[in-house]
């Protein structure tokens, strides 16, 4: 590609897991990637173009989160934007690792959830739709298998969140449509990344056909179909990969 024809994307929770595997894959296809995360770049990364693309942005704080869209704006320096992927989510546990449940979520965790699993994906969308009309973009939020169905080690409140990114998608879909701009979801099952619980393998893989975890890289593979041309037909979807655990 041409510095002109060359693809943009802006991933969030890119440090580590989902996140990781999709800089991998969209950089090898030759696309510029914007990465988010609140951690900062680490000096002994091998990407190169980490230090000039990487943003070190807390999507939990709402009151700065607005001027960190300017920022990204200004990366982009008045170019379109062809994909936003909203992966960034966190999964509180208690005080001992367990699960918190709808009695023992605290207040805090509940707003601090929600604004990071929810709230954030859509302020990042509005914050730049411009840029994504002009790119004819591509949204894709990652929701998750919790959402739909009660999970024994994901928590009450990333689960409702979940759920709700959902429906937010479905809505975006049917409000970002008529300019250009399409939005799906991905709803990934039991894949091999550090939010997994140590008893995630032993005690889930009998519930799931195809008898195994999922990879980081499957799961990017799907999100680079979505903002590719190959799906310029697809909106609105939630697409399960979990090895067949949601049937």
């Known amino acids: ?9 802006i991933l969030t929770g890119a ?7 999709t800089v991998k894959r969209f950089s090898s296809a030759g696309w510029r990637v914007i990465t988010c995360s ?12 980490g230090p000039e693309d990487h943003m070190q942005i807390d999507l939990g704080d709402t009151d700065s989160l607005a001027q960190q869209i300017g920022v990204l704006r200004a990366k ?4 379109p934007l062809h994909a936003l992927v909203n992966n960034a ?12 449940d709808s009695l023992t979520t605290g207040a805090e965790d ?10 954030a994906p859509i302020m990042l969308a509005r914050g730049l739709v411009a840029e994504l009309e002009a790119g004819a973009g591509a949204i894709v939020n990652v929701t998750s298998i919790a959402g739909g169905r009660v999970h024994p080690f994901a928590g009450t409140a990333y689960a409702t969140s979940k759920a709700a990114l959902a ?5 975006m879909a049917a409000d970002f449509g008529p300019r250009g701009i399409r939005v799906n979801a991905i709803a990934p099952g039991e894949i091999k990344t550090a939010i997994l619980s140590p008893e995630t393998e032993t005690e889930m ?5 195809l008898r195994r975890l999922g990879t980081p890289e499957e799961v990017a593979k799907t999100i680079y179909f979505l903002c590719s041309e190959q799906s310029s037909y697809v909106t609105g979807a939630e697409i399960h990969i979990n090895g067949g655990q949601h049937v």
């Not at 590609?1 to 994307?9: A, C, F, I, K």
């Not at 982009?76 to 170019?79: D, I, K, R, S, V």
């Not at 509940?110 to 709230?119: E, G, K, P, S």
């Not at 893989?205 to 056909?209: A, C, E, G």
């Open 167 to 171: 429906a937010l998608t479905r809505e």
């Open 38 to 49: 609140r951690h900062a770049f680490p000096e002994d990364c091998p990407w190169e173009a």
């Open 110 to 119: 509940w707003r601090d959830v929600f604004q990071i699993n929810f709230f």
């Open 76 to 79: 982009l320096n008045g170019g």
């Open 15 to 21: 440090s580590r897991g989902i996140g990781h595997a």
């Open 89 to 100: 989510g966190i999964s509180p546990k208690g005080g001992q690792g367990e699960r918190l």
């Open 205 to 209: 893989i009998p519930d799931i056909p």
């Open 1 to 9: 590609m041409t510095e002109g024809e060359r693809r943009t994307l």
